[in-house]
């Protein structure tokens, strides 16, 4: 049984549902975002209030996380975000206009260290390149690990993803990145003397 979540910036959603119309959430037509698994909701909260003409869709399938994400923003004033509990592929299949988010953000995402676990790792070219019909032209795809071999993997294949630009001009991958919130994940290894390998391209 899971733990209700009654906070109003959650947003009860089940998959035989129809899509919510974010115009009629959000109560006006700024571009949106998504962060894909936001965890307890520490980059999501910070992301949001740097950029308040923006609408943040916080997605995760972990519930104590949604909660934990949800008391993190109704402790402040926003209103440019809204917590979604769901699985991301069937979430955006479902819930997703075609050609619509501003950005998409996913930071540390499962690592699935063992060789013989990593094909269930979320981000591949295939995820990529699915992600990119749902992302406007000039979109902003950003990716965040502390695990280096998925960092190696994904700023590789990013080089040579159809359609995306490499906004970190000639360096595939860097440690830092300005203006970028740090995520519990992030701070946690980053406190343990570990870099967070960070990946920007932009839809083409
Ligand atoms: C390692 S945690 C990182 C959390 C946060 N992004 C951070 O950096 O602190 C990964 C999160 O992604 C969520 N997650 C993994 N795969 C997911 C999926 N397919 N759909 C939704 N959430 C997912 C997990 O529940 C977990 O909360």
């Known amino acids: 049984m899971l733990i209700p979540n009654n906070s109003p910036t959650f947003l009860p959603w089940e998959e035989s ?3 919510p119309r974010w115009e009629e959430i959000f109560g006006n037509n700024n571009p949106l975002a998504l962060e894909i698994g936001c965890g307890v909701g520490d980059f999501i909260t910070q992301m949001a ?9 916080a997605l995760d399938f972990y ?7 949800c008391k993190r923003i109704d402790k402040t004033t926003l209103t440019n975000v809204r917590v979604l509990r769901a699985e991301a592929r069937s979430f955006i299949e479902a819930c997703i206009p075609t050609g619509s988010l501003r950005t998409v953000v996913i930071n540390c ?9 990593r094909k269930r790792r979320l981000v591949n070219s295939g995820f990529v390149s699915y992600l990119s019909q ?8 950003y990716f965040a690990t502390d695990f280096v ?18 906004q970190l001009g000639t360096d595939p991958f860097r ?20 870099p967070i390998y960070y990946v920007h391209y932009r839809r083409a």
């Open 49 to 57: 209030a740097l950029h308040p003409a923006i609408n943040f869709i």
């Open 134 to 141: 749902f992302m406007q032209p000039d979109a902003d795809f």
């Open 109 to 117: 995402p499962d690592p699935w260290p063992k060789l013989r676990h």
């Open 63 to 69: 519930n104590k996380g949604c909660i934990k994400t």
């Open 149 to 166: 071999d998925y960092g190696l993997d994904v700023a590789e294949f990013m080089t040579a993803q159809p359609g995306f630009m490499n």
């Open 17 to 19: 549902e129809p899509a």
């Open 175 to 194: 440690h830092a990145l300005e203006g970028y919130p740090i995520s519990k994940y992030m701070r946690r290894f980053l406190d343990l003397g570990q």
